[in-house]
């Protein structure tokens, strides 16, 4: 798996917006270790879909993240199989947040992460 790097958007005191590009040649995003007093987050998935996408995010608590776990939804759905361009709130707060690429060919997308306080 290749590694896909994020940057920083926006990052000031009250709200940071992290950015990872994801294409067919980069399908993990490089973990963000944010801090837990951002605790209101949503990501916003743009671009291109491509054939047969499939899209997760995941959280990992680990100083040096190396187990992930999905995430859920603010209905506590697992966000593990997403398909569909949009915005998607997260109800967890992991030290450490990455979307994963795990399915599709012609992907070419933008992950946002929105943290506030």
Known sequence: MATANYTRE???VGQKVI???LTDANDVGQAYPFSASYPDKNVQV???????PN???QGCNEATPVNFNEVHDSNET???TVVALGFYQ???NPVHFRPI????????LTILLC???
Do not use: Y
């Open 10 to 12: 926006i990052d000031n």
């Open 19 to 21: 950015k990872w590009v």
């Open 46 to 52: 743009i671009g291109t879909l491509g054939t047969t």
């Open 55 to 57: 899209l997760k995010f």
């Open 78 to 80: 697992v966000l593990d």
């Open 90 to 92: 997260i109800l967890e």
């Open 101 to 108: 690429k795990t399915a599709g060919t012609g992907m070419n």
């Open 115 to 117: 943290l506030s306080r």
